[in-house]
């Protein structure tokens, strides 16, 4: 059977309904339910990112690796792996999409983590399986090198240790939940006044709001676990009620902030870049051969 890359995909996306049972006709409205969603759009960064980084760094020196894995309670899996060819030292990508609607302008300074008027945007960079049995908290506990009280305390976060560099896309932070014409809950691009500004100011030649939709996906930042992580090295101050290390736990926050700034200050022909440690995609091959030094 000869079929077009159209008539493939078609072909595949039946193959694949029938296999799990799944009616053709459901499909679109269980991949656009609000609980589903968020799942795909988080999954379909991390084959974009594998995408963005076999372009970026050279094949001769650097191989990119997307592993197939089922992770389960107690074991990470990793989105990407990024090898240096030379070396053998494998670098660690956790693909995280900013917080849904988690773009601000800050409207007071808070010491350690921004000035009043500084655009900040927050990453959504929690771990999805909680651990809460007396067995697996033990286990877990054990296997980060914590008591079982500071694991419990941190149960929802990464530790340092569970990779090396995180990536996100910013577009997610402009999107918002809406309600269609018919009532129904939707996800929608749909940019603040001040985050519209903000948008602009990175693209000041765009208009078109499909276009900066896509833009905005695009925008990619990295930042190593060690630069936000909670340590006296980083600066960050953990959040966490129960932490008994707040400036020290080795934890990462569930919202890692990016800071641009007050963008404002800027004169137009500036674009914004983030003040703090984060490093736009662009960037990338000398982030990842600091990386090397680091790892």
């Known amino acids: 059977m000869n079929l077009n890359e159209e008539e493939q995909w078609i072909y595949e996306i039946r193959q694949y309904c029938r296999s799990l049972n799944i009616s053709t006709s459901d499909l679109h409205k269980i991949v656009t ?5 968020p799942m795909i759009r988080g999954k379909a960064f991390e ?12 094949s001769q020196d650097w191989t990119v690796i997307k592993p197939v894995m089922n992770a389960q309670t107690g074991n990470h899996d990793i989105d990407i792996m990024v090898m240096h060819n030379k070396t053998k030292k494998v670098i660690s990508v956790e693909c995280k999409l900013a917080g849904k609607g988690m773009f601000s302008v800050a409207k007071t300074s808070r010491e350690g983590f921004h000035k009043k008027g500084d655009y900040l945007i927050k990453v959504k960079c929690m771990r999805s399986r909680t651990t809460k049995t007396p067995e697996k908290v033990n286990a877990m506990a054990q296997k980060l090198g914590v008591s ?21 896309s910013i577009g997610n932070a402009f999107y918002q939940t809406l309600e269609d014409n018919d009532g129904n809950l939707m996800y929608k691009f749909e940019p603040t006044e001040q985050g519209m500004n903000f948008i602009n100011k990175l693209n000041p030649t765009a208009n078109d709001e499909e276009f900066l939709q896509e833009f905005v996906y695009n925008k990619v930042y990295l930042a190593c676990s060690l630069d936000i992580s909670v340590s006296h090295n980083s600066g960050v101050i953990c959040g966490k009620q129960a932490c008994l290390d707040k400036s020290n736990c080795g934890f990462i926050p569930n919202y890692p902030i990016i800071n641009f700034g007050n ?10 870049s983030p003040k703090n440690c984060w490093i736009e995609l662009d960037k990338s091959l000398q982030f990842f051969e600091n990386i090397l030094e680091r790892i």
């Not at 339910?33 to 969603?37: H, I, N, R, S, T």
């Not at 079982?148 to 996100?168: E, G, K, M």
């Open 33 to 37: 339910d609000l609980k589903v969603a």
């Open 47 to 58: 084959f974009s990112m594998y995408s963005k980084l076999r372009q970026i760094l050279p």
């Open 148 to 168: 079982p009280q500071i694991f419990l305390a941190h149960s929802d976060q990464y530790r340092v240790t569970n990779f090396d560099v995180v990536a996100t």
């Open 263 to 272: 963008i404002e200050e800027l004169s137009n022909e500036v674009i914004p």
